[in-house]
T-cell receptor, first 113, second 115 residues
Framework: DGGITQSPKYLFRKEGQNVTLSCEQN?????MYWYRQDPGQGLRLIYYSQIVNDFQKGDIAEGYSVSREKKESFPLTVTSAQKNPTAFYLCASSTGTADYGYTFGSGTRLTVV | DAKTTQPPSMDCAEGRAANLPCNHS???????VYWYRQIHSQGPQYIIH???NNETNEMASLIITEDRKSSTLILPHATLRDTAVYYCIVRGGGFIKAAGNKLTFGGGTRVLVKP
């Protein structure tokens, strides 16, 4: 079955360490997105990519980095520059056209201690 | 992207229809209305979307007013498993390599279905 996979589901890191969250899709979607969600809040866009080797900053890109070397993969690195990294991170993909919705992964809950 | 306004919460009785309103008075002609829901600690799930006409699928119905400034998501027979946060989103049309093609989530409506 086609889908989008995020791993791991739970991640614990020490303060000051960089950490990379994985996102893989086998839907042949061109566009991929990373969102952050804090407790009781909506989703905020971190980065998005509409084609391989190209990506754009979203609304809260500071302290994050991404790469898009393959169509299937869009990893997110949370760097030590991110002031408050503890959150629920969601990856999504889409064909890119407006008449098609997003498919979301099940999320990674990152806790920095 | 046009902004949307939704009530922060609403309750619904199990087995009854749930009508979720959304205002999007600044929507432009090529923007679609999307509805997603998010059950606690899961990724959002696509429900339905539309441009001008009313739409229906196995999950819900979407009623868009003629002036497109508001819409209503209808869950015809709510079950306990429909308890979730429901997001109404408007999104630009076409494959635009710019801000118009991404989904912007607001606070949504927290729906509690009660037995």
């Amino acid at each position: 079955d086609g889908g989008i996979t995020q791993s791991p589901k739970y991640l614990f890191r020490k303060e000051g360490q960089n950490v990379t969250l994985s996102c893989e899709q086998n839907l042949n979607h061109d566009a991929m997105y990373w969102y952050r969600q804090d407790p009781g809040q909506g989703l905020r866009l971190i980065y998005y990519s509409q084609i391989v080797n190209d990506f754009q900053k979203g609304d809260i890109a500071e302290g994050y980095s991404v790469s898009r070397e393959k169509k299937e993969s869009f990893p997110l690195t949370v760097t030590s520059a991110q002031k408050n990294p503890t959150a629920f991170y969601l990856c999504a993909s889409s064909t890119g056209t407006a008449d098609y919705g997003y498919t979301f992964g099940s999320g990674t809950r990152l806790t920095v201690v | 992207d046009a902004k949307t306004t939704q009530p922060p919460s609403m309750d619904c009785a199990e087995g009854r229809a749930a009508n979720l309103p959304c205002n999007h008075s600044t929507i432009s002609g090529n923007e679609y209305v999307y509805w997603y829901r998010q059950i606690h600690s899961q990724g959002p799930q696509y429900i339905i979307h539309g441009l001008k006409n009313n739409e229906t699928n196995e999950m819900a119905s979407l009623i868009i007013t003629e002036d497109r400034k508001s819409s209503t998501l209808i869950l015809p027979h709510a079950t306990l498993r429909d308890t979730a946060v429901y997001y109404c989103i408007v999104r630009g049309g076409g494959f635009i390599k710019a801000a118009g093609n991404k989904l912007t989530f607001g606070g949504g409506t927290r729906v509690l279905v009660k037995p």
